[in-house]
């Protein structure tokens, strides 16, 4: 290893590029598997598709080692020539050349089998993607010039982003970041204030609502064709696999819609839920949140949820979080108290069990009965069927918020691969994972689920996993006393109490909702669909009294809320499409409305 190190101190900056070839292919075949045998065995594991170890970096040279795990992405490595030896196991090699002119899209080139003691050189030119075909494959990799970025390319969605230096060639926990134009923010600020003047969100047939996102997708294309904003290309290629691949990302919107100025209204205390006829139940005069919220849902291919029992059937939720010292704001509707959230995914209560037969099939799959769940829970057995199967839960598969006033708080995200990374970090294992994933946990809903709150609801493991035993959903709130372990093992119930605490205390990404902002959260989990958990800081109390617009009021931080069901989910077609934008992408955008 001393003698590799030394050898790349020598090499001249300016070395001719098959001078350098033959140079790094001679350093290679000097080392070997046994040569990084104390280094492999201290690789940690993790959910990444690889695992990559800098042996050593300076400003000319870095020396890394590699565990494949899965595989990653087409990539390049930007400035940088680079050599590869394989140390151990097998690997799919595949290379890829653009396929238009733009250089946006790629197709494969070339694809080999390389084994051990195989070697590839690198060049800034050279795109490609490793894929482990045999267990415990190793790699080194030697790049003249350290690797400040890489360009990757997502085949899924025919998309690429930047992957800076250390983020890797995969989707690292990605949340796709847009910024509307003003162009856009203007001409639909426009559509809204006239829509206002003949209908209300609240209660208007679906068909207008179809029709104003058919009007906001035709000015996004019509930005698009006109400035080559590859920001609002992004939301159309979202918009475009949201229909046809059914897969979604969360999605943060800035520049979005706002409300007028100087039409916000601070609380009543004599608030309700009636947002659609009360401008004081929702605590603004119009209606530019609902609009913007929902119109950008439609596009990405769901349908409002209205749950049966939260804020009273509403299709959105006006949200006014209180301090609970405040006496006189105290029993004020439509509130979620100023407390902190911890990580969760909302409707965790929901369950789609057909009748009694098929709640006690759930059981018997998840190594427990009726008996222990009424034992654990110190509930009746005929209680608990009545509080499952009381048909009252919604099933929510995207959450979005649209921010108006907010201070200081945070709203967060936070992602299954890397709640996995955090759990081995703590020293849980394969095993515990595993056991995790088909461990039966009770789930109860919340205190803000209206008549249903602090039932039993449903019977889940807290975790889905995937063929590589790798966390690919959550199905799970961190709260307290709002799940707990039904089943018969002890050693079991002591992994998911350890689970729960880590829950608490997983890293989260952090986003500050402004005015006119929207956060699109993938909620739930389902075929083809994977989810991210979110929770909210506890409000300071100092952001409980607000001045806007000049207003000497006590506001609160607010924001919109909607829940949404996938199409996709629903086996519901897409809406009939009346153009395509073959000049964006392909295939056609199944999302324009009639």
């Known amino acids: 290893m001393e003698t590799l190190i030394n050898s790349l101190y020598a090499i001249r900056e300016d070395v001719e590029k098959n001078k350098l070839k033959e140079i790094l292919f001679s350093l290679l075949n000097k080392v070997s598997y046994k040569?990084?045998?104390?280094?492999?065995?201290?690789?940690?594991?993790?959910s990444k598709p690889y695992i990559r170890h800098v042996l050593s970096k300076n400003n000319n040279f870095e020396v890394v080692l590699i565990k494949w795990n899965n595989e990653c992405l087409p990539h390049n490595h930007s400035n940088s020539y680079g050599a590869i030896k394989i140390l151990k196991g097998k690997i799919e090699h595949k290379t890829y050349q653009f396929a238009d002119e733009q250089y946006d899209t790629i197709q494969l080139k070339n694809k080999e089998i390389i084994i051990k003691e195989d070697l590839i050189f690198e060049t800034p030119e050279l795109i490609h993607s490793l894929k482990p075909i045999s267990n415990n494959s190793f790699s080194l990799h030697i790049y003249f010039k350290p690797i400040s970025q890489m360009k990757v390319f997502n085949l899924k969605n025919n998309s690429s982003f930047i992957s800076n230096q250390g983020e890797g060639a995969y989707l690292n926990s990605n949340i796709l970041k847009i910024k509307l134009s003003d162009t856009?923010?203007?001409?639909?600020?426009?559509?809204?204030?006239n829509i206002n003047k003949r209908h209300n969100p609240y209660f208007c047939d679906i068909d207008?609502?179809?029709?104003?996102?058919?009007f906001l997708l035709d000015i996004m294309?019509?930005?698009?064709?006109?400035?080559?904003?590859?920001?609002?290309?992004?939301?159309?290629?979202?918009?475009?696999n949201a229909n046809f691949n059914n897969l979604v990302t969360p999605i943060y919107i800035t520049n979005g819609i706002t409300e007028p100025k100087g039409t916000l209204i601070s609380p009543d205390y004599n608030r309700g839920y009636d947002y659609g006829n009360n401008k004081n139940d929702r605590m603004k005069q119009y209606f530019y949140s609902e609009w913007w919220n929902w119109s950008m849902s439609v596009l990405l291919n769901y349908?409002?949820?209205?749950?049966?029992?939260e804020h009273d059937g509403n299709r959105f939720h006006a949200i006014s979080p209180i301090p609970k010292e405040d006496v006189r704001l105290g029993n004020i509707s439509s509130s979620s108290g100023g407390g902190s959230f911890p990580v969760h995914n909302d409707a965790t209560a929901y369950n789609n069990f057909l009748n009694k037969e098929d709640f006690l099939n759930n059981l018997f799959r998840l190594d427990t009965n009726i008996e222990i769940l009424s034992q654990k829970l110190n509930i009746k057995k005929d209680l608990i069927f009545q509080q499952v199967l009381c048909k009252q839960y919604v099933r929510a598969d995207v959450l979005?918020?649209?921010g108006i006033i907010n201070n200081r708080t945070h709203s967060s995200l936070a992602f299954p691969n890397e709640l996995e990374d955090y759990l081995y970090s703590l020293d849980f294992t394969k095993n515990d994972i595993i056991l995790l994933s088909k461990m039966p946990i009770a789930h109860f809903a919340g205190p803000a689920d209206g008549l249903v709150s602090n039932y039993v609801a449903n019977v889940k493991p807290p975790i889905d996993i995937d063929n590589n035993n790798n966390i690919i959903?959550?199905?799970?709130?961190?709260?307290?006393?709002?799940?707990?372990?039904?089943?018969?093992?002890q050693n079991e119930e002591k992994i998911f109490k350890s689970f729960y605490k880590a829950l608490k205390t997983m890293p989260q990404h952090k986003i500050l909702l402004k005015s006119g902002d929207l956060l699109f959260i993938p909620n739930l989990a389902f075929e083809g669909q994977n989810n991210v958990m979110h929770s909210r800081d506890k409000i300071h109390e100092n952001d409980y009294n607000i001045k806007l617009d000049g207003y000497n009021k006590s506001f609160r931080r607010y924001h919109l809320r909607e829940y949404m069901s996938s199409r996709n989910r629903d086996n519901k077609k897409c809406f009939?499409?009346?153009?395509?934008?073959?000049?964006?992408?392909?295939?056609?955008?199944?999302?324009?409305?009639?």
């Open 400 to 402: 979005t918020l649209v």
């Open 184 to 193: 856009i923010n203007e001409k639909f600020t426009l559509y809204i204030k």
């Open 473 to 489: 959903s959550t199905f799970i709130n961190a709260a307290d006393n709002r799940m707990k372990y039904v089943g018969k093992l």
């Open 303 to 309: 349908d409002n949820i209205e749950h049966p029992s």
């Open 221 to 240: 294309i019509e930005d698009y064709i006109t400035t080559s904003n590859k920001e609002i290309k992004n939301i159309l290629i979202a918009i475009n």
């Open 35 to 46: 040569t990084f045998e104390k280094q492999i065995k201290s690789l940690k594991v993790t």
């Open 208 to 214: 207008i609502v179809h029709k104003t996102a058919s």
């Open 576 to 594: 009939t499409p009346i153009q395509t934008i073959t000049a964006i992408f392909t295939p056609k955008l199944c999302c324009h409305f009639l």
